[in-house]
């Protein structure tokens, strides 16, 4: 998934997006580039508010979440890598495996704990390169219409 | 058994030192904490400094500095509700080298 960002400024989000102390108020600067297309890593849900874990302009070893409202989506596919775990608490999150599986990942990744910033060093790369892969022109629906059934020996290859 | 609370990393050069200022002077980011996803170390912090678990979070500069081959940013926790700032460090990522061939 691929996102352009469209606005950097505080001033640009909704009030539910501001939180003064955390420091997220109308004056902040977020560490983006209008215009610059970015990789998401990461998406969260919580309580109406969506954010996208990227490699901003202040990157790092981490990935850090910014508002939604900043972006447009400009590739929408949905990564290979990624699940998606609705906690208890109502947070909803699409990330990869091990921010799931591994207790505390991303606390210990922005921590720099070893292991945590190798997986994700490896994740990003792997992310990078899919998110690289042009998108595929849709069929238009007199072509899907079109089509013959597939046999069983095309969709064994139909990749996974 | 929770650890103790944790001083602050002292600077060990120039850089490192208006790094921390600045810090402690400017807007942060926050990375995560809260309700939404509990740090850690909030038990850790209610018992040394107070508050409630959600009520801690870990923030970042908003500066990073390179310095003599690593990149360093600082780190440290924030009660939302009283706003006290405790526990600064100062990260230090160093340049990934290439694995050598066997």
Redesign the interface.
């Known amino acids: 998934m691929k996102i352009r960002c469209i606005a950097n400024k505080g001033a640009d989000l909704p009030e539910n997006y501001l ?1 003064p ?5 109308k ?2 600067e977020f ?1 983006l580039t209008v215009g610059k297309e970015y990789t998401v890593y990461a998406i969260s849900e ?2 109406g508010n969506l954010g996208y874990y990227i490699c901003d302009e ?1 990157y ?2 981490y990935p ?2 910014n508002p939604a409202p900043l972006f447009e989506i400009i590739d929408g596919r949905y990564s290979r890598y990624w699940q998606v775990q609705l906690a208890t ?1 109502g ?1 909803l999150e699409i990330a990869f495996e091990h921010w799931f599986s591994i ?2 990942f ?3 990744l ?3 704990e070893a292991e945590a910033v190798l997986i994700f ?1 490896k994740i990003k790369e792997l992310m990078d390169s899919e998110a690289a892969i042009p998108q595929p022109q849709p069929f238009s629906v007199e072509e899907l219409l079109a089509m013959p059934p597939l046999s069983p020996e095309q969709l064994a290859k139909v990749p996974g | 058994m929770i650890r103790g609370a944790l001083p602050d990393d002292i600077p060990t050069n120039l850089q490192e030192q208006i790094l921390l200022q600045d810090a402690k002077a400017q ?6 904490g809260g ?3 509990p ?3 909030a038990p850790r912090l209610v018992a040394h400094y107070g508050g409630q678990p959600e009520d801690w ?4 500069s ?1 500066q ?1 500095a390179i310095i003599e081959g690593y ?1 360093a ?1 600082i ?1 440290w926790y ?1 009660n ?2 009283t ?1 006290q700032n405790v526990e600064y460090k100062i ?1 230090r ?1 160093y340049p ?1 080298t290439a694995p050598k061939n066997q």
């Open positions: 939180n102390p955390l420091d997220i108020t004056e902040t560490k919580w309580e202040r790092t070893y850090l979440e608490n947070l207790p505390y991303y606390d210990k922005t921590d720099g060093d | 807007p942060a980011i926050m990375i995560q309700s939404r996803r740090l850690g170390d979070y870990k923030m970042a908003n990073t990149v940013e780190h924030r939302a509700c706003l990260k990522t990934k």
